[in-house]
């Protein structure tokens, strides 16, 4: 029987298996996940208080649509035999699937590195909660002003102080312009200090120390600089974007036998623009991914990577969340208007369980145009 195997158990990887699925229908073909883990972690949903609540069964999205799970860590890709070497066991595949995600980049030489705080992953995210839980009026220092480093001070500012660092000169340098004065209103709002052009250079018991030279007070200093393909990609590329990933083409092969989705694929998203490192990405390539190697063996015609019109939504803690359209990430709502949009979206990104047909349904939909995403002849929702 031909065997179609998916690396990775996150929103790419689930995807390609609930992907292959759709595509298989009543065909002969068998279809394995392999991540050690036995959740899909909502990763982006690791900044909230309760990180254990962001996280969903493989077995309930898994097993009704008839997907084996392997949990094992896959350590070599043998694309000329195609055998991946997974908890020492190899196995054989016709057709592969890379969705292994990205990590966080650790700084390397930084004196006190191990007691740096993360929430890249569930148990790093529950070192952070158990270590600040209970604890009223702490320091945190919070290294990065992009995506996660934002998200992650404004939800610490709830209960503590917060020091912003990041090497650039101005907060999310990677966003843009666009929603930039919003960004910077929220933050004076929740009483967020900012030092610019700074980076911590040293991490002691209750400090951290600046490139400026300042000592600063900090029950705990979280990482959020720099993101990473899984290293798996070198197995299937010598030819890798700066951020590891594996050039695709449109319907995301890399080589003849092996599709690449999610963080680890560098896939266009349009004439201009690459697709982010983000689970609005992730979801439709791994959708698109597991089809077409599913559909590759079984002579069924494959399918274009179309995605849906790009957005951003930031939460800003206390001071709500801003939600922005476009490249240029026009905002269209903040305040409290974001936060119900970023709510909603936080609602939609769990996928269908327990039921076949909604998991396959949810797999047939790759351009995703959400009904509370307003279109560009809108009116921007009015900040609140």
């Given at each position: 029987?031909?065997?179609?195997?998916?690396?990775?158990?996150?929103?790419?990887?689930v995807?390609?298996a609930?992907?292959?699925?759709?595509?298989?229908?009543?065909?002969d073909?068998?279809?394995?996940?392999?991540?050690?883990d036995?959740h899909?972690?909502?990763?982006?949903?690791?900044?909230?208080p309760?990180?254990?609540?962001?996280?969903?069964e493989?077995?309930?999205?898994?097993?009704?649509?008839?997907?084996?799970?392997?949990?094992?860590?896959?350590?070599?890709?043998?694309?000329?035999r195609?055998?991946?070497v997974?908890?020492?066991?190899?196995?054989?595949?016709?057709?592969?699937?890379?969705?292994?995600g990205?990590?966080?980049?650790?700084?390397?030489?930084?004196?006190?590195?191990?007691?740096?705080?993360?929430?890249d992953?569930?148990?790093?995210?529950?070192?952070l909660?158990?270590?600040?839980?209970?604890?009223?009026?702490?320091?945190?220092?919070?290294?990065?002003?992009?995506?996660?480093?934002?998200?992650?001070a404004?939800a610490?500012?709830?209960?503590g102080r917060?020091?912003?660092?990041?090497?650039?000169?101005?907060?999310?340098?990677?966003?843009g312009?666009?929603?930039?004065?919003?960004?910077?209103?929220?933050?004076?709002?929740?009483?967020?200090?900012?030092?610019?052009?700074?980076?911590?250079?040293?991490?002691?018991?209750?400090?951290?120390?600046?490139?400026?030279?300042?000592?600063?007070?900090?029950?705990?200093?979280v990482?959020?600089?720099?993101?990473?393909?899984?290293?798996?990609t070198?197995?299937?590329?010598?030819?890798?974007?700066?951020?590891?990933?594996?050039p695709?083409?449109?319907?995301?092969?890399?080589?003849?036998e092996?599709?690449?989705?999610g963080?680890?694929?560098?896939?266009?998203?349009?004439?201009?623009?690459?697709?982010?490192?983000?689970?609005?990405?992730?979801?439709?390539?791994?959708?698109v991914?597991?089809?077409?190697?599913?559909?590759?063996?079984?002579?069924?015609?494959?399918?274009d990577?179309?995605?849906g019109?790009?957005?951003?939504?930031?939460?800003?803690?206390g001071?709500?969340?801003?939600?922005?359209r476009?490249?240029?990430?026009?905002?269209?709502?903040?305040g409290?208007?974001g936060?119900?949009?970023?709510?909603?979206?936080?609602q939609?990104i769990?996928?269908?369980?327990?039921d076949?047909?909604?998991?396959?349904?949810?797999?047939?939909?790759?351009?995703?145009?959400?009904?509370?995403?307003?279109?560009?002849?809108e009116?921007?929702a009015?900040?609140?």
């Amino acid at each position: 029987m031909a065997h179609v195997v998916i690396i990775g158990g996150g929103f790419a990887g689930v995807w390609s298996a609930a992907g292959a699925a759709l595509a298989r229908g009543d065909a002969d073909l068998r279809i394995t996940l392999i991540a050690p883990d036995e959740h899909l972690v909502l990763r982006p949903r690791l900044y909230e208080p309760e990180p254990d609540l962001a996280k969903v069964e493989l077995s309930r999205i898994l097993g009704p649509i008839g997907v084996e799970h392997l949990r094992a860590s896959v350590s070599t890709i043998d694309t000329a035999r195609r055998v991946v070497v997974a908890g020492g066991e190899e196995i054989g595949y016709d057709r592969l699937v890379l969705a292994a995600g990205s990590r966080l980049v650790q700084p390397h030489g930084l004196p006190g590195a191990e007691r740096l705080f993360d929430i890249d992953t569930l148990d790093a995210a529950r070192r952070l909660t158990d270590h600040l839980r209970d604890r009223q009026d702490y320091s945190a220092v919070v290294v990065g002003a992009g995506f996660v480093g934002l998200e992650a001070a404004t939800a610490l500012a709830g209960r503590g102080r917060v020091l912003l660092v990041d090497r650039s000169d101005v907060v999310a340098h990677q966003l843009g312009p666009g929603p930039r004065p919003e960004i910077e209103a929220a933050l004076d709002e929740l009483g967020i200090e900012r030092r610019l052009a700074t980076t911590v250079t040293e991490v002691g018991d209750g400090y951290a120390v600046l490139s400026d030279g300042t000592k600063v007070e900090a029950d705990a200093v979280v990482w959020s600089v720099g993101m990473r393909a899984s290293e798996l990609t070198r197995q299937i590329s010598g030819d890798l974007d700066h951020l590891g990933r594996v050039p695709v083409d449109r319907r995301l092969r890399a080589l003849p036998e092996v599709f690449v989705a999610g963080d680890t694929a560098a896939a266009a998203f349009d004439d201009e623009h690459l697709v982010m490192q983000a689970c609005q990405h992730a979801s439709p390539l791994g959708k698109v991914a597991g089809y077409n190697a599913a559909a590759d063996l079984l002579g069924v015609p494959l399918r274009d990577f179309t995605p849906g019109p790009y957005v951003t939504c930031l939460d800003l803690g206390g001071a709500g969340a801003i939600f922005s359209r476009g490249w240029d990430r026009r905002v269209m709502a903040s305040g409290a208007a974001g936060a119900a949009v970023k709510k909603q979206i936080n609602q939609h990104i769990h996928p269908p369980v327990d039921d076949a047909a909604k998991i396959l349904a949810a797999a047939d939909r790759v351009y995703l145009e959400l009904p509370f995403f307003p279109r560009d002849d809108e009116e921007a929702a009015p900040a609140t």
